[in-house]
């Protein structure tokens, strides 16, 4: 069974910066899609970025510009940094994968979900 983690979430102010971190294990990240998904208060899941197996990646019009998806294969883990940061970008973050098939915006095209980690943005 594919786990993921996330790590690296906290509270800043605007303006600054924060690098989340998803650990993976029994998935190599060889095949399919990643991506970070967020769902702040009240609101659905929404996706922020994707990455492909081939390093194409894809992000939400409302943080482009700001925000970088990377992964490290040696260590199976996907990075989300995010700079610039908005009080809107408060909001819980979640990294999914998809085992197979292309990036898609739609969750439900991704099986396998970590925890979420916290992020608070104050002005």
């Known amino acids: 069974q594919v786990q993921l983690v996330e790590s690296g979430g906290g509270s800043v102010q605007a303006g600054e910066s924060l690098r989340l971190s998803c650990a993976a294990s029994?998935?190599?990240?060889?095949?399919?899609?990643l991506g970070w998904f967020r769902q702040a208060l009240g609101k659905e899941r929404e996706a922020v970025a994707l990455?492909?197996?081939?390093?194409?990646?894809y992000y939400a019009g409302s943080v482009k510009g700001r925000v970088t998806i990377s992964k490290d294969r040696a260590k199976n883990t996907l990075y989300l940094q995010m700079d610039s940061l908005k009080p809107e970008d408060t909001a819980m973050y979640y990294c999914a994968a998809r085992l197979s098939g292309v990036c898609t915006w739609s969750l439900a095209d991704f099986s396998f979900w970590g925890q979420g980690t916290q992020v608070t943005v104050s002005s």
């Open positions: 990455m492909g197996i081939r390093g194409n990646t």
């Open positions: 029994l998935y190599t990240f060889s095949s399919g899609c």
